[in-house]
C-alpha cells in the first residue's frame, strides 16, 4: 500500500492492491461520487502520459472510484510499477486542458422503444412525463465506460427515479437502451442482457467499429438527455448508414 494522499479533501490515502501477475488496482474513497471520479481520472492522465515513456507499462482502464494499471511483468516490476503509481499520486492534481465535452443525446422515450417506462412510473407513484422530464433534467456525468464495450455508466441520477433492478432480468436488450438500475442510469452500447429497467432508447451508435476511435463517450464526458419522437429517431438512425456520419460533442473537445 501508499501513504500518498495527493488530493486534498479526500477520506482517506488511495491505496494500491495487487489484482494479478500484470495488474495493480488503485483504490480511492469508498464512495460513487463526482470528486472521487475526477481524483480517478486525474491519476488516469498523469499514468498515460507516462506509457510511452515507461517500458512495461502497458494500459490504465479508470472505473468510478477505482483505476487497475496493466504491464508486462517481464519488462517491470510490481515494486517499479507502484513506484510509478506513486510518484503520479505525489504531484498536484493535474487538470485537464479542455473543457469536459457535452452531449446532447437525443431519446425515444417509452413505446417500443423504453418498454418499463410506464411501470417504473407507477412504482414511482409519478405520470410517464413526469419521469421523463426528471432524466432530462441533470447534466449527467460519465463515471466510467465498462461491462460491455462502450457501455455508459451515469452519474448522478435524481434520487427520486432510484429503482431496485427487475427482478427477472432480460434476455436480450437492444443497443442504444437508456436504463435506470438502482441509483444508476445508463447508454447501453450493444445488445445484451440486462435487469435494468428501459425507459427509452438512442437512435445514436456509442461503439461503432467503422471508427478509428470506437467509443463515442469516455469517463469524465457530460451528458443531457433530449427527447425525441419516433419519426425523429428513425431520422437519426438512418444517418449511421452513412460510414462518414458521428455524433458531435455540443461543447468540448471533439469525438
Given amino acids: 500500500m501508499t501513504s500518498a494522499t495527493p488530493f486534498p479533501g479526500s477520506d482517506n490515502a488511495p491505496r494500491i492492491l495487487t489484482a494479478g501477475d500484470c495488474t495493480l488496482l488503485v483504490e480511492f474513497a469508498n464512495r460513487i461520487d463526482a470528486d472521487t471520479n475526477a481524483r480517478v481520472l ?3 492522465r498523469a499514468l498515460r502520459a507516462r506509457l510511452r515513456t515507461t517500458q512495461g507499462l502497458l494500459g490504465v482502464v479508470p472505473a468510478y ?4 494499471v496493466q504491464f508486462d511483468p517481464l519488462l517491470i516490476s510490481h515494486a517499479q510499477v507502484r513506484e510509478v503509481i506513486t510518484r503520479c499520486l505525489d504531484m498536484p492534481v493535474i487538470a485537464s486542458d479542455a473543457a469536459p465535452r457535452r452531449w446532447d443525446v437525443p431519446v425515444c422515450y ?4 423504453g418498454e418499463d417506462l410506464h411501470a417504473l412510473a407507477e412504482h414511482h407513484q409519478l405520470d410517464p412525463a413526469q419521469v421523463i422530464a426528471r432524466h432530462c433534467a441533470p447534466v449527467y456525468r460519465v463515471f466510467m465506460v465498462g461491462f460491455l464495450p462502450g457501455f455508459a455508466y451515469l452519474g448522478e441520477l435524481d434520487p427520486i427515479l432510484h429503482t431496485p433492478r427487475r427482478a427477472l432480468p432480460r434476455p436480450h436488450t ?3 437502451s437508456v436504463n435506470i438500475g438502482g441509483q444508476q442510469t445508463a447508454i447501453a452500447s450493444v445488445p445484451g442482457p440486462s435487469g435494468w429497467h428501459l425507459i427509452g432508447r438512442t437512435p445514436w451508435r456509442s461503439f461503432d467499429l ?3 476511435q ?3 463517450f469516455e469517463a469524465g464526458d457530460e451528458i ?6 419516433e419519426d425523429e429517431f428513425a431520422r437519426i438512425n438512418a444517418l449511421h448508414d452513412d460510414p462518414h456520419f458521428r ?7 471533439h469525438s
Avoid at 224 to 229: A, D, G, L, M
Avoid at 247 to 253: D, I
Fill in 224 to 229: 443531457v438527455f433530449t427527447p425525441i419522437n
Fill in 42 to 44: 486525474a491519476l488516469a
Fill in 247 to 253: 455524433p458531435q460533442p455540443r461543447t468540448g473537445g
Fill in 65 to 68: 472510484r477505482s483505476l487497475s
Fill in 210 to 212: 467503422r471508427h478509428a
Fill in 174 to 176: 437492444p443497443a442504444g
Fill in 214 to 216: 470506437p467509443f463515442l
Fill in 110 to 113: 417509452g413505446g417500443a422503444h
